[in-house]
Each structure stands twice: as structure tokens, then as C-alpha cells.
T-cell receptor
Framework: DTEVTQTPKHLVMGMTNKKSLKCEQHMGHRAMYWYKQKAKKPPELMFVYSYEKLSINESVPSRFSPECPNSSLLNLHLHALQPEDSALYLC???????????????FGSGTQLSVL | SQQGEEDPQALSIQEGENATMNCSYKTSINNLQWYRQNSGRGLVHLILIRSNEREKHSGRLRVTLDTSKKSSSLLITASRAADTASYFCATDGRDDKIIFGKGTRLHILP
């Protein structure tokens, strides 16, 4: 199984809602990532987990809260988002944490988020 | 911060032709990767090339790396409609991060 599964595929939420994005992989990968991607732009790194511990937080606003309950699951909890947070949110995993870009990233299909 | 920058930003070619896109980067790298992204989907890893390698092949894909010019190129031979996608190079940034370039949008015309 070489898949990273993300749910939901689409999400529309109001600025006062609380929602969660979910990501799952069963490849035994020990590093998992959240990226944010705006239309026609490259993915931007948000968070990195290594062995279920938060390794990198790219100064993301606290309205985004990541969680890694176990080695296969990664969640992104959303609360009080702004319209400018509308984007494609991508989850990825790699066998181990990147060291000098030596690990392939496996991406999910993403959650297309619209904040109204 | 941006490390890789692809060129051209957009490319349209006829099916069957070869497509070449380039990636330039600013600081020394250890590894460079290429990814493909179909519209609204996740990225798919294509090739990883190490700084001590000059060329790598995978099926219809050929990647070259010139560390003296700080550039890499991705060649897709005998293009097909299914190759229509955005292509990103990715290099190592600081603190074990992968940094993606701006991407080239490739459109294969029937």
C-alpha cells in the first residue's frame, strides 16, 4: 500500500466553525507533513512530524493545530479560519525525516478548503 | 524562502513532441527532486538526483543536473495528453526542509 489517504476531499466552513482534516498512511513512514497550496503556487510547508513528535512549525497561526495520534495518522484541526486560508491542504509522508532532500515525499490528494 | 525556480512558467507543445523544463537554484544542494501535480491533486514524485550525479533516466523522463550552473532540467520525450500537469523541482533548504520551486505548467495539445 503506497497511498496517503486524506479526508474530506472538499470542505466548506464558516469563520466560526471548527473542523478537522485527516490523513492516514500505512507505509510505515515515520515523517508526516502538512502543506498549504494556493492556486498556481508551489506547496508551502506548514508542519512536520517525526516519530509522532512535532519537528517543524513554520510559524503557522494558532488557528491551525496539528496532531499526530500515532505513526499512521495525522490531523489538522481548524478553528476560526479566515477567507484567505482557503487553499488546497496536502498531507505527505516520507520514510524518515528529510536530510538534505534525500527522502521521497508521498502525497495525498488533498483537501480543497473554502472558508466563507 | 524560494530555492528553485522553474523555467518556463508555462509550456504548450503538440502531443508527441519533447518537453523540456528547467530549474535553477541559488545555493549549493545535496539532492534535487522533481514532482508532477495534476490539477487539484497531490504531487507525485518523479526522480531524485544527487549532487554527484549528472544524469538520470526513468522511462520517458530524463533529468540532468549541472551543479556548476546551479541548474537542472527535466526532459519528457514523446509527450502524451496524460503528461499535462504542473512540474516542480524541489531542493534542500535549511533545517532539513524541502523547498519547492514555482513550477512549470505543461499543456500537451492533441
Amino acid at each position: 500500500d503506497t497511498e496517503v489517504t486524506q479526508t474530506p476531499k472538499h470542505l466548506v466552513m464558516g469563520m466560526t466553525n471548527k473542523k478537522s482534516l485527516k490523513c492516514e498512511q500505512h507505509m510505515g513512514h515515520r515523517a508526516m507533513y502538512w502543506y498549504k497550496q494556493k492556486a498556481k503556487k508551489p506547496p508551502e510547508l506548514m508542519f512536520v512530524y517525526s516519530y509522532e513528535k512535532l519537528s517543524i512549525n513554520e510559524s503557522v497561526p494558532s488557528r491551525f493545530s496539528p496532531e499526530c495520534p500515532n505513526s499512521s495518522l495525522l490531523n489538522l484541526h481548524l478553528h476560526a479560519l479566515q477567507p484567505e486560508d482557503s487553499a488546497l491542504y496536502l498531507c505527505a509522508s516520507s520514510r524518515l525525516l528529510q536530510q538534505r532532500a534525500n527522502e521521497k515525499l508521498f502525497f495525498g490528494s488533498g483537501t480543497q478548503l473554502s472558508v466563507l | 524562502s524560494q530555492q528553485g525556480e522553474e523555467d518556463p512558467q508555462a509550456l504548450s507543445i503538440q502531443e508527441g513532441e519533447n518537453a523540456t523544463m528547467n530549474c535553477s537554484y541559488k545555493t549549493s544542494i545535496n539532492n534535487l527532486q522533481w514532482y508532477r501535480q495534476n490539477s487539484g491533486r497531490g504531487l507525485v514524485h518523479l526522480i531524485l538526483i544527487r549532487s554527484n550525479e549528472r544524469e538520470k533516466h526513468s522511462g520517458r523522463l530524463r533529468v540532468t543536473l549541472d551543479t556548476s550552473k546551479k541548474s537542472s532540467s527535466l526532459l519528457i520525450t514523446a509527450s502524451r495528453a496524460a503528461d499535462t500537469a504542473s512540474y516542480f523541482c524541489a531542493t534542500d533548504g535549511r533545517d532539513d526542509k524541502i523547498i519547492f520551486g514555482k513550477g512549470t505548467r505543461l499543456h500537451i495539445l492533441p
